[in-house]
């Protein structure tokens, strides 16, 4: 099974950037399909963003639209969630995740990181 490592969080002001990075161990990462989910204290784990296997066609919760940028490196073994523009909303703890399948729903994803923090000042 793949390990996934998340790094990159910390505390920002509001409006500014973020950029997290999920390592993945392995030589089979790009068989994987990736996603970025995340977790607000007393909140359900929610989507974030979605890529496909090979970096096509990326796909986004519609809070996320337009702020966040999900990209993968398969020579790297390594997943980013590039964060713009963030607000307190945006506060969570920030998980990447793997599947062979492409999909939303948390329970679809077999294999977790154990999560970076995210902590947007107002």
């Known amino acids: 099974q793949v390990q996934l490592v998340e790094s990159g969080g910390g505390l920002v002001q509001a409006g500014g950037s973020l950029r997290l990075s999920c390592a993945a161990s392995?030589?089979?990462?790009?068989?994987?399909?990736m996603a970025w989910f995340r977790q607000a204290p007393g909140k359900e784990r929610e989507f974030v963003a979605r890529i496909t296997l090979g970096g096509y066609n990326p796909y986004y919760a519609d809070s996320m639209k337009g702020r966040f940028t999900i990209s993968r490196d398969n020579a790297k073994n390594t997943v980013y969630l590039q964060m713009n523009s963030l607000n307190a909303e945006d506060t969570a703890v920030y998980y990447c995740a793997a599947s062979n399948l492409q999909s939303r729903i948390s329970r679809e994803y077999p294999y977790w990181g154990q999560g970076t923090q995210v902590t947007v000042s107002s």
């Open positions: 392995g030589r089979t990462f790009s068989s994987y399909h």
